[in-house]
């Protein structure tokens, strides 16, 4: 199968600093992925479909300024947490289709502090 | 969208064949049914998908009725490592937001 890679794994990061996380798709070129966030014992949540050479499309509830997304090329996809607080730790995933079928990312864990 | 349902959990004993069944009463024409499995702090892994009859790999079987409302993943002879959280998802690619959504999910745990 397709696969997706993310940069970081992990993070850390204080309470008001910017996070940027990379999704990348290593064998496929993807003119869209997705970005989700799961928080504990609970489903992914969709946050924004991220086409590349134009804005994001960001789903209800979640802050365009806040959560900046670029794709800037056909395999790399990029979500910076912008004045990160504790409340946006969790675990971010990307995804990205060759197809039908999506292939997800390892995601990556972010805890503010 | 077409919502999916599942049951939150599910538990087996090992080497025992596990079927879980996902409902999607208001599937479209062109929407497929794709399962994956997601363990702790991973991403999900795709499983199988089909848009109709039976489909099978290496891993699992997709069973998906005429009228394609519901399908069951099942998965034979299940082990310790298959204790995991699994989605089944309806949609089509291109057309965006049916594939998009995660449901529940079923935690299947498998018992020693």
């Known amino acids: 199968g397709a696969v997706v890679s993310q940069h970081p794994s992990w993070v850390i990061c204080k309470s008001g600093t910017s996070v940027k996380i990379e999704c990348r798709s290593l064998?496929?070129?993807?003119?869209?992925m997705f970005w989700y966030r799961q928080f504990p014992k609970q489903s992914l949540m969709l946050m924004a479909t991220?086409?590349?050479?134009?804005?994001?499309?960001?789903e209800q509830g979640v802050e365009k300024d806040k959560f900046l997304i670029n794709h800037a090329s056909l395999t790399l996809s990029t979500l910076t947490v912008t004045s990160a607080h504790p409340e946006d730790s969790s675990f971010y995933i990307c995804?990205?289709?060759?197809?039908?079928?999506?292939?997800f990312g390892p995601g990556t864990r972010l805890l503010v502090l | 969208l077409a919502k999916t349902t599942q049951p939150i959990s599910m538990d087996s004993y090992e080497g025992q064949e596990v079927n879980i069944t996902c409902s999607h009463n208001?599937?479209?024409?062109?929407?497929?049914i794709t399962w994956y499995q997601q363990f702790p702090s991973q991403g999900p892994r795709f499983i199988i998908q089909?848009?109709?009859t039976k489909v099978t790999n290496e891993v699992a079987s997709l069973f998906i009725p005429a009228d394609r409302k519901s399908s069951t993943l099942s998965l034979p002879r299940v082990s310790l490592s298959d204790t995991a959280v699994y989605y089944c998802l309806v949609g089509v690619r291109k057309t965006g937001a049916n594939n998009l959504f995660f449901g529940t999910g079923t935690r299947l745990t498998v018992i020693p």
């Open positions: 064998d496929f070129q993807a003119t869209t």
């Open positions: 089909g848009y109709k």
């Open positions: 208001n599937i479209a024409t062109n929407d497929y």
């Open positions: 991220s086409n590349e050479g134009s804005k994001a499309t960001y």
């Open positions: 995804s990205a289709s060759p197809s039908e079928t999506q292939y």
